[in-house]
């Protein structure tokens, strides 16, 4: 395939860039992807990290007396 071929879609335009913004445009708005589907790993990790420290701090508390 010659790249001066004005029929050859190119990667940065052309052809397949209406087709790709159609295909975008079908779909509708999206929101960005920003890592929210580990919220559960993220909650769990965070409440053993708050039950630790309490156990910390009641162990110091303690041994203080």
Excluded: K, W
């Amino acid at each position: 395939m010659d790249s001066r071929d004005p029929s050859a879609a190119s990667p940065a335009g052309g052809e397949g860039r209406e087709a790709g913004q159609a295909a975008q445009a079908a779909q509708g708005p999206t929101l960005a992807h920003t890592g929210s589907d580990h919220l559960g790993a993220a909650a769990a990790t965070s409440g053993a990290l708050l039950l630790g420290g309490a156990a910390l701090v009641r162990r110091s508390r303690n041994s203080r007396t």
